[in-house]
């Protein structure tokens, strides 16, 4: 059983800043993709970052220069430092494993943006 546990949500002011975490119960080498998503009211679920085992990482282009995404391998963590908060960003943020063909959701972390 794969347990991907979200925290660092919370209420900011536009401009700010927030870093999410996300920890795993296993080693994040074992997957193959880990990724960063966001769900606001009313709107589909959408990809904001993700990081390869390989490093290798993808920006949705609504984040590029203000959120980045790494990953701590010791501590099976997987990071999304954001900066420069929208009003827009507001949403729902959930951690995403991929360990082909499955994938493993974490519950979720809100993030509130405010103007």
């Known amino acids: 059983q794969v347990q991907l546990v979200e925290s660092g949500g919370g209420l900011v002011q536009a401009g700010g800043s927030l870093r999410l975490s996300c920890v795993a119960s296993?080693?994040?080498?074992?997957?193959?993709?880990m990724g960063w998503y966001r769900q606001a009211p009313g709107k589909q679920r959408e990809l904001v970052a993700e990081?390869?085992?390989?490093?290798?990482?993808n920006y949705a282009d609504s984040v590029k220069g203000r959120f980045t995404i790494s990953r701590d391998n010791a501590k099976n963590t997987v990071y999304l430092q954001m900066n420069s908060l929208r009003p827009e960003d507001t949403a729902v943020y959930f951690c995403?494993?991929?360990?082909?063909?499955?994938?493993?959701w974490g519950q979720g972390t809100q993030v509130t943006v405010s103007s």
């Open positions: 296993r080693s994040i080498f074992s997957f193959n993709t």
């Open positions: 995403k494993g991929e360990r082909r063909p499955f994938g493993y």
């Open positions: 990081i390869t085992s390989g490093g290798s990482t």
